[in-house]
């Protein structure tokens, strides 16, 4: 007798209606106590991917979780034994909790490939450890300063450094035109302003 069971749960994407993400995910959770569905699917196993992301709101920084993928979560659950026969008892359980619509692929759901299931936990790490701003600029706009010695000059932005969030904008000072190095959330787009 094989001693160690072949782990038969995969990674299944399932559509949720709007908004409603993590309700989806916390009342699953609350289902898998309740109908006893361990040996089907774990709570770990729930994903609802989200990054960091700051934006600039009355000249006030602020830093919010925002979702990857609006309208989806992530499930791992067994839902064919190994003899590829499917199993409804988890498939119903899961498309039963409220704010879920169905998985992706409908009555015959298809697992995510390990490449797919693989960029959605790299993007949850990369999301988790550094923030990104709510805005992308580019080269050759105009900008307003909000914050620091700089506060209320416009300028236009030379370079973007997204990986650091940081913007090399040329501000006049004097007459004459001088880089300075700023954060993303330290200016808005000047058109923003007028």
């Given at each position: 007798?094989?001693?160690?069971?072949?782990?038969?749960?995969?990674?299944y994407?399932?559509?949720?209606r709007?908004?409603m993400?993590?309700?989806?995910?916390?009342?699953l959770k609350?289902?898998?106590?309740?109908?006893?569905?361990?040996?089907?699917?774990?709570?770990?196993?729930?994903l609802?991917?989200?990054?960091?992301?700051?934006?600039?709101?009355?000249?006030?920084?602020?830093?919010?979780?925002?979702?990857?993928?609006?309208?989806?979560?992530?499930?791992?659950?067994?839902?064919?034994?190994?003899?590829?026969?499917?199993?409804?008892?988890?498939?119903?359980m899961?498309?039963?909790?409220?704010?879920?619509?169905?998985?992706?692929?409908?009555?015959?759901?298809?697992?995510l490939?390990k490449?797919?299931?693989?960029?959605i936990?790299?993007q949850?790490?990369?999301?988790?450890s550094?923030?990104?701003p709510?805005v992308?600029?580019?080269?050759?706009?105009?900008?307003?300063?909000?914050?620091?010695?700089?506060?209320?000059?416009?300028?236009?932005?030379?370079?973007?450094?997204?990986?650091?969030?940081?913007l090399?904008v040329?501000?006049?000072?004097?007459?004459?035109?001088?880089?300075?190095?700023l954060?993303?959330?330290?200016?808005s787009?000047?058109?923003?302003n007028?």
């Amino acid at each position: 007798m094989d001693l160690e069971k072949k782990d038969l749960r995969k990674w299944y994407a399932v559509q949720t209606r709007s908004n409603m993400e993590q309700k989806a995910v916390d009342a699953l959770k609350r289902t898998i106590d309740i109908e006893d569905m361990s040996e089907y699917i774990s709570k770990d196993d729930i994903l609802m991917p989200t990054e960091l992301v700051s934006e600039v709101k009355n000249n006030k920084k602020t830093t919010r979780k925002r979702k990857l993928y609006p309208g989806y979560i992530f499930v791992k659950v067994k839902l064919f034994d190994e003899d590829e026969n499917f199993l409804e008892k988890p498939w119903y359980m899961i498309r039963a909790v409220n704010g879920v619509i169905n998985f992706m692929g409908g009555d015959r759901p298809t697992p995510l490939k390990k490449a797919e299931i693989d960029r959605i936990f790299q993007q949850m790490s990369q999301g988790e450890s550094a923030e990104k701003p709510k805005v992308n600029f580019e080269v050759g706009e105009e900008v307003k300063i909000n914050d620091g010695p700089f506060l209320s000059l416009t300028g236009r932005i030379d370079e973007v450094d997204p990986e650091r969030g940081k913007l090399k904008v040329s501000v006049s000072i004097f007459g004459r035109f001088t880089p300075v190095e700023l954060e993303y959330w330290q200016v808005s787009r000047a058109a923003e302003n007028q």
